[in-house]
């Protein structure tokens, strides 16, 4: 009771606005975006999917051309949306701002997938940023993550552990590179920490903000494959479905 009486007086003193367009109704309040925004952000849902990457098919093969025409070292991608430019803007938000909020509407739905998940006793997880100096995750250079919500519900609802197996070499961003150049240059970008050196766990989840072209979350999961994984599965925010 004492609980519920100060979230109120909290939503009365500093009330949670919407993240896009700043209004403040019950569902900016409850979700970070006002009604408005959240009919605006929807997405239309696809016939198919790939069962590998969940890009959107229009027939029912199992396996995307992508998937299916180069080495894909990840076991399976769930994304809780795929990416319009609303969402795109939401989610630019949450990683260059630090707007925690937004990531409330992001992760809805996610406890429906982490509970699926459950099933495939997975070992721990990984937070795999955008960008980081040294580090994939590191809470001395970099103290908030865009995909740290995503690690929250995992942590509560899978009780598995957060593992930090990973370094980055280069400090250049994928975004803005081509399609080829973010393989190209994912290649180069990822090492396995001397302590992990094969000895990854056998299961892990990988957490990223979004999926792109998936070049970052395949390396990632050759380089722990390498090093004793034997299934990776990724949970992101957003996909990218063009």
């Given at each position: 009771m004492r609980y519920l009486f100060f979230l109120r007086i909290l939503d009365f003193f500093f009330p949670l606005l919407c993240g896009i367009c700043g209004r403040e109704d019950?569902?900016?309040?409850?979700?970070?975006?006002?009604?408005?925004c959240i009919y605006a952000a929807r997405t239309a849902k696809p016939s198919y999917r790939c069962n590998v990457c969940s890009s959107p098919m229009t027939?029912?093969?199992?396996?995307?051309?992508?998937c299916d025409s180069r080495n894909v070292f990840f076991t399976k991608v769930i994304?809780?949306?795929?990416?319009?430019?609303?969402?795109?803007?939401?989610?630019?938000?949450?990683?260059?701002?630090?707007?925690?909020?937004?990531?409330?509407?992001l992760s809805l739905g996610i406890r429906k997938f982490l509970r699926e998940l459950k099933i495939l006793d997975l070992d721990a997880c990984i937070l795999l940023p955008s960008y980081s100096k040294n580090r994939i995750f590191n809470s001395d250079l970099r103290p908030f993550s865009p995909s740290s919500r995503l690690y929250e519900e995992t942590k509560r609802i899978l009780r598995i552990p957060l593992i930090d197996p990973l370094t980055k070499t280069s400090r250049e961003r994928q975004a803005g590179k081509s399609f080829s150049d973010r393989f190209f240059h994912a290649y180069s970008a990822w090492d396995?920490?001397?302590?992990?050196?094969?000895?990854?766990?056998?299961?892990?989840?990988?957490?990223?903000?979004?999926?792109?072209?998936?070049?970052?979350?395949n390396e990632a999961s050759r380089i722990l494959k390498k090093n004793g994984t034997k299934s990776v599965y990724v949970l992101t925010y957003l996909r990218v479905s063009d």
């Amino acid at each position: 009771m004492r609980y519920l009486f100060f979230l109120r007086i909290l939503d009365f003193f500093f009330p949670l606005l919407c993240g896009i367009c700043g209004r403040e109704d019950f569902f900016s309040l409850k979700i970070g975006l006002c009604k408005r925004c959240i009919y605006a952000a929807r997405t239309a849902k696809p016939s198919y999917r790939c069962n590998v990457c969940s890009s959107p098919m229009t027939t029912p093969f199992a396996v995307c051309e992508f998937c299916d025409s180069r080495n894909v070292f990840f076991t399976k991608v769930i994304s809780l949306r795929d990416r319009n430019d609303l969402l795109g803007e939401l989610l630019n938000k949450l990683k260059s701002n630090h707007e925690y909020p937004v990531s409330i509407f992001l992760s809805l739905g996610i406890r429906k997938f982490l509970r699926e998940l459950k099933i495939l006793d997975l070992d721990a997880c990984i937070l795999l940023p955008s960008y980081s100096k040294n580090r994939i995750f590191n809470s001395d250079l970099r103290p908030f993550s865009p995909s740290s919500r995503l690690y929250e519900e995992t942590k509560r609802i899978l009780r598995i552990p957060l593992i930090d197996p990973l370094t980055k070499t280069s400090r250049e961003r994928q975004a803005g590179k081509s399609f080829s150049d973010r393989f190209f240059h994912a290649y180069s970008a990822w090492d396995i920490h001397p302590n992990w050196k094969d000895r990854c766990p056998s299961k892990i989840l990988l957490l990223d903000d979004v999926f792109t072209t998936g070049a970052s979350v395949n390396e990632a999961s050759r380089i722990l494959k390498k090093n004793g994984t034997k299934s990776v599965y990724v949970l992101t925010y957003l996909r990218v479905s063009d």
